[in-house]
C-alpha cells in the first residue's frame, strides 16, 4: 500500500476512540487511519466476550464482532485505513514519521488526533520479586493468545489483580478450559465493583485479598509463586502468572514528543476541546485516563472528532484554563485546561487511595458542583464541566 | 531442530557458550582447529553471561600486573579492532567516577595512580564546577570526578552472539542441550554428555558458575570454588537516557564496582548492579527492597529519574570464586585448560582470555585459507536498524521496534533461537515497556516450532 504523504485529519490507533473520530471527521475531510496491527479495531478485538457495543450499535457483542463493525463502520463513512504501519516520531507541522514494510516515509496532516489507547503495566514495572521464568503475562497478551492464536501458555495460572479485567481474565481462562488456581490483590476489597467481585467464587478461584505476591518461583517456567496475607505466607504450586490491571498510557510517542505529558495519568495534557499542548495535535480514548470501558472511548472519540470538524471549518477559540487539584489523594483529573469547548464533557478523576468524602469544583474560588463520594482506587469518578472560564480547582474534604 | 551430534574426533572442545567459550572457540576456529562447543543450556549465553552491565573497560581499576588486567587490555584492543567487521556497536561515551562524599574524594588520587600504572594515561581531573557541566543532572552531592575517555558501551549479547557465529562459519559445531555428565582419558579426552559423547584432542572448560564442577569431572579436583555472586539491576525507559552523557562509576570498594549508572546500547538506562553473595548457581532472585534501594539510589546519583518509569528489572550471576583473580592454567600433560572465576569483566576481556589460552594450548593447525568475516544485524541504538529499511515486513515489537525480517532471522540460519530467551538476547522483542502486553500473540504464531518448550499449546 502506498502512504499518502499529506492528508487532512491522521488519526493514530483504529480501537474504539480512534474509529469514532474518524468516523464523524469522514464526512466533511480527508482522512487516514493508521494502526501497528494488522487490523483495525484496537483492544475490543481480542477481547472474546460480552458486552460491548450498547451505546454503538444498541445490542451487545462480544469484542471482536464489534471491533469488526466499528471498523466496517468507519470503511463505510468513507475512512481510508494504513494497517501495520508504526508512528515513530510526531512532528510540529503537524507531521509524523512513520515505519511499514515500505521502509521509513513522512505524514503531513492539518490536524493529527492520537488514540493509542493503554497496557497493562509489567511484572517489572511493579518490582515483584523472583525469578524471571517463562509464563508471567498480562491479561492483554493472554487475551491475544487465546482468541487470536487458540493457544493457551498455561494451564492453572495465578491472577494478579482485582480489577476489571482481572475478570475478564477469568473469563478468557474459561474459554481456553485454563483453571485458574488463586486470585491475588493487596487491597482490602476488589477493586472492581459488585457483581463481579462474585464472579470467582462461582467459578471456585480462591480470593486472597490484602495480599502481596512477593515471589515468583521457577527457571524456565513458573512452577510457583510466594503469597503473603493475613495468614501468612504461603507457596502456591502454578505455572503462570496473570499480572493484570494498573493500566499506563500507551503514550511512548507523547513522551518522545515536543507534547506536555500529565505525570498523573501518563498520556497528554489536553483541554475540554481534547487539545494538546500543540493545538494541532488532539488526543482521545484511554491514552487520557487509564481506564475506561470501549464505549466510553467511543463515545469521547465521536465527540472530539466533532470538535477537530469544527476547528477546521472554523477554528475554536483559543483560550484555556488550567485544573489545578488541592488534595493529594486525587491521583489525576482529565481534561488538565478547560476551554470554551467542551468535547471532554465532564471532568474526570481516580483517587490514589480509599477515600470517603466530599469533592467540589470551584471556579475562581466559588463552589459550581459538588458530590459526595465514598470510592477506591482504579474506580470511575466524574464532576460537571464547568461552563463559566475562570481558574477551575478541585478540592476534597475528608 | 535440535543441533546435530557432535560425531568425529574435534582438536579442540569448548566447554559452555557464555561469552568466553564463544570467543575462544572463535579464535580456535580461525586458528584452523576443528572445534566442538558444548553448552548445557537451551541456547548460548544463558549463565553469567545473559546478566552484566554491558561496558566495555579499560582495565583502569583492574589489579596491576594481573592476569585479569591483561586479559581486559588485549580484549578491548581485539574488540576495537574487530567491530566494524562483524557489525558490532561500540558508544564512546567515556566514564566519570564520581565521589560522593569526603572519604571517597580523597581516595580519587590513589585510583587514578592505578590506572596510571595500569597504562591509562588519558585521565582527566574535573572539578565539581567542571563536573557539573559534564553531567547537568547529577545529584547535589557530587564532589569531584575523574573522566576516563576510553571506558564504551556495547551490545552485550550481540558481541558473544557474534564472536560464535564467526566460529561456527569457520567450521566450528555448536550443540545445545547437552550438559557434560562425565569424561575419561583415551588418546583423547571422551567427554560425556546427555546428548551423547564427544571426542576431543584439548578440552577448555569455560563453564562460567559450574567452572569448578566441571573441573571434577575431567581431572578429579578442584583449585577454586566458585561463589555466585549476584547483581540485580533496574532499567529505565527510553527518555532516562538522555539524563547522562557518560557511564557514571561510583569510587569502588573491596568487594564491588558498586552501583553504577549509565546508558545501555538500546537505548535505555540502567542502574546497577548489587553485589550479593549466595550458594544457587542457576537462580538470580529479585528482591523488591533490594531493586527500591537501588532505585533509591540512582535517583540520588540522578535525581531526574523520580520522573522516569521502571521498563525491566533482572539479576546476573557473577561467577567469582575465593580468589581476586582469574583461575585459568593448563594442567601439564591432560590437555586440558581451565577458565574459571572471569568474575565481572568477562565481557570486556573475552577476546584477551581467547588469546591467552590460545597461548597456553601452543598448538599448530592448518589455518583457514579464506576465514569468512560476515556482519551480525545491529539491534543497537547506535548504528541503523532494520526498521529504517524497506522490505522488513512490519514491526512485531512496537516497543523495541523489531521487524519480523529480524525475528524470522533470528529463528533461522547457523545459530538459530531455540527459547524466547535466546531470541529476546537477539533481537530485543518484548524487552521493552510494555513487555510483550502487545505482540505475545504474534510471537506465539512466529516462533511455533522453532523452541524447544513452546511459549503456548494449540487449544482444540
Known amino acids: ?54 451505546r454503538e450499535f444498541h445490542r451487545v457483542m462480544k469484542g471482536p464482532d464489534y471491533a469488526r463493525a466499528l471498523a466496517a463502520r468507519a470503511e463505510a463513512a468513507g475512512v481510508r485505513f494504513a494497517l501495520g504501519v508504526n508512528v515513530v516520531a510526531l512532528h510540529p507541522g503537524p507531521s509524523v514519521t ?88 493487596s487491597r482490602r476489597a476488589t477493586a472492581a465493583r459488585w457483581p463481579s467481585c462474585l464472579y470467582p467464587r462461582i467459578k471456585g478461584i480462591p480470593l486472597y485479598l490484602s495480599t502481596k505476591l512477593v515471589s515468583i518461583e521457577g527457571r524456565e517456567r513458573v512452577e510457583s509463586v510466594i503469597i503473603d496475607g493475613p495468614k501468612g505466607r504461603k507457596r502456591i504450586e502454578t505455572d503462570g502468572v496473570i499480572v493484570s490491571g494498573h493500566f499506563r498510557s500507551e503514550s511512548t510517542l507523547i513522551v518522545t514528543s515536543h507534547l506536555a505529558r500529565d505525570p498523573g495519568t501518563g498520556g497528554p495534557a489536553v483541554d475540554s476541546a481534547g487539545r494538546c499542548s500543540d ?109 463559566v472560564t475562570g481558574q477551575v480547582s478541585i478540592h476534597l474534604e475528608e | ?20 567459550g564463544c570467543a575462544i572457540a572463535r579464535r580456535f576456529a580461525l586458528a584452523g582447529a576443528r572445534v566442538a562447543v558444548i553448552e548445557k543450556a537451551p541456547d548460548i549465553l544463558d549463565g553469567a553471561s545473559k546478566g552484566n552491565s554491558a561496558i566495555l573497560h579499560t582495565g583502569f581499576d583492574a589489579p596491576p600486573g594481573s592476569l585479569e588486567h591483561a586479559c581486559i587490555r588485549a580484549g578491548y584492543q581485539e574488540y576495537l579492532e574487530i567491530h566494524e567487521r562483524l557489525g558490532l556497536p561500540v558508544n564512546r561515551c567515556g566514564a566519570l567516577v564520581i565521589a560522593w562524599t569526603e572519604e571517597e574524594e580523597a581516595a580519587l588520587p590513589g585510583l587514578i595512580e592505578k590506572a596510571h600504572k595500569n597504562g591509562i594515561t588519558d585521565i582527566e581531573v574535573l572539578d565539581r564546577q567542571a563536573l557539573r557541566k559534564a553531567e547537568p543532572e547529577l545529584g547535589e552531592n557530587a564532589r569531584a570526578a575523574f573522566r576516563v575517555p576510553g571506558e564504551y558501551l556495547i551490545d552485550p549479547w550481540s558481541a558473544p552472539f557474534a564472536y560464535l557465529l564467526q ?32 571426542r576431543a584432542g584439548l578440552v577448555i572448560n ?57 546508558r545501555t546500547a538500546f537505548g535505555n538506562l540502567l542502574v546497577g548492579p548489587t553485589a550479593e553473595d549466595q550458594d544457587d548457581r542457576l537462580h538470580a532472585e529479585l528482591v523488591p527492597e533490594t531493586l527500591e534501594a537501588l532505585k533509591k539510589r540512582g535517583e540520588e546519583i540522578v535525581p531526574a529519574l523520580k520522573r522516569h518509569d521502571v521498563t525491566a528489572i533482572y539479576a546476573g550471576l557473577r561467577p567469582a570464586t575465593e580468589f581476586k583473580e582469574y583461575c585459568i592454567k593448563a594442567h601439564e600433560g591432560l ?12 565481557l570486556s576481556a573475552a577476546l584477551g582470555i581467547a588469546q591467552h589460552v590460545e597461548k597456553l594450548a601452543a598448538l599448530e593447525f592448518p589455518p583457514p585459507a579464506h576465514p569468512v568475516w560476515s556482519s551480525v544485524r545491529n539491534i543497537s541504538e547506535f548504528l541503523p536498524r532494520d526498521w529504517q529499511k524497506p522490505g522488513h515486513g512490519g514491526i512485531v515489537c512496537h516497543c523495541e521496534l523489531v521487524t519480523r525480517r529480524e525475528i524470522m532471522d533470528a529463528l533461522s540460519g547457523p545459530l538459530p533461537a531455540r527459547s524466547l530467551a535466546g531470541l529476546k538476547r537477539r533481537t530485543r522483542v518484548t524487552m521493552g515497556r510494555c513487555q510483550a502486553f502487545f505482540c505475545s500473540a504474534e510471537l506465539c504464531r512466529l516462533t511455533r516450532d522453532h523452541f524447544d518448550q513452546p511459549m503456548s499449546e494449540i487449544v482444540e
Open chain 1, 98 to 185: 512513520v515505519t511499514s514494510d515500505e521502509g521509513v516515509t513522512t505524514i503531513s496532516a492539518r490536524r493529527v488526533l492520537i488514540a493509542t489507547g493503554v497496557r497493562e503495566s509489567s511484572r517489572a514495572q511493579r518490582l515483584i520479586g523472583g525469578t524471571k521464568p517463562g509464563g508471567v503475562v498480562s491479561t492483554g497478551a493472554l487475551q491475544g493468545m487465546v482468541y487470536l492464536e487458540h493457544a493457551r501458555p498455561f494451564r492453572r495460572p495465578v491472577i494478579l489483580g482485582t480489577e476489571l479485567v482481572s475478570f475478564s481474565a477469568i473469563m478468557t481462562c474459561a474459554h481456553a478450559g485454563i483453571r485458574p488456581v488463586a486470585m491475588v490483590d
Open chain 2, 335 to 346: 590437555s586440558y585448560i581451565t577458565v574459571g572465576g572471569i568474575r565481572s569483566t568477562g
Open chain 1, 1 to 54: 500500500m502506498i502512504l499518502p504523504s499529506e492528508v487532512d485529519v491522521l488519526v493514530i490507533g483504529a480501537g474504539p476512540a480512534g474509529l469514532a473520530a474518524a468516523t464523524e471527521l469522514a464526512r466533511d475531510f480527508n482522512v487516514l487511519v493508521v494502526d501497528r496491527e494488522k487490523a483495525a479495531g484496537g483492544i475490543p478485538r481480542h477481547c472474546g466476550h460480552y458486552p460491548f457495543g450498547m
Open chain 2, 167 to 198: 566460529a561456527v562459519e569457520n567450521g566450528a559445531q555448536l550443540m545445545r542441550g547437552a550438559e557434560v555428565t562425565g569424561a575419561r582419558r583415551e588418546d583423547d579426552w571422551i567427554i560425556e554428555t546427555t546428548r551423547g559423547e564427544v
Open chain 2, 1 to 20: 531442530m535440535p543441533d546435530q551430534p557432535l560425531t568425529g574426533r574435534f582438536d579442540v572442545a569448548v566447554i559452555g557458550a557464555g561469552v568466553v
Open chain 2, 206 to 262: 569455560a563453564a562460567g558458575l559450574f567452572g569448578d564442577l566441571v573441573d571434577e569431572k575431567f581431572i578429579g579436583r578442584r583449585d577454586f570454588h566458585i561463589k555466585p555472586r549476584k547483581g540485580q539491576f533496574v532499567v529505565y525507559d527510553k527518555p532516562a537516557a538522555a539524563l547522562v552523557n557518560h557511564i557514571l562509576l561510583p569510587v569502588p570498594t573491596a568487594i564491588t564496582k558498586g552501583v553504577v549508572v549509565c
Open chain 1, 279 to 387: 493545538p494541532t495535535y488532539y488526543a482521545a480514548g484511554n491514552m487520557l485516563h487509564p481506564v475506561e470501558t470501549a464505549g466510553w472511548c467511543w463515545s469521547e472519540g465521536r465527540r472530539v472528532g466533532l470538535a477537530i470538524a469544527r476547528d477546521l471549518k472554523s477554528g475554536l477559540p483559543a483560550e484555556r484554563a488550567p485544573v489545578t487539584v488541592e488534595s493529594d489523594a486525587l491521583a489525576w483529573v482529565v481534561p488538565q485546561f478547560v476551554s470554551p469547548e467542551q468535547a471532554l464533557d465532564r471532568l474526570q478523576l481516580r483517587v490514589n487511595r480509599p477515600v470517603n468524602g466530599r469533592l467540589s469544583v470551584r471556579v475562581d474560588g466559588r463552589e459550581v458542583a459538588s458530590r459526595r463520594i465514598w470510592t477506591r482506587p482504579d474506580r470511575r469518578i466524574t464532576l460537571p464541566m464547568p461552563s
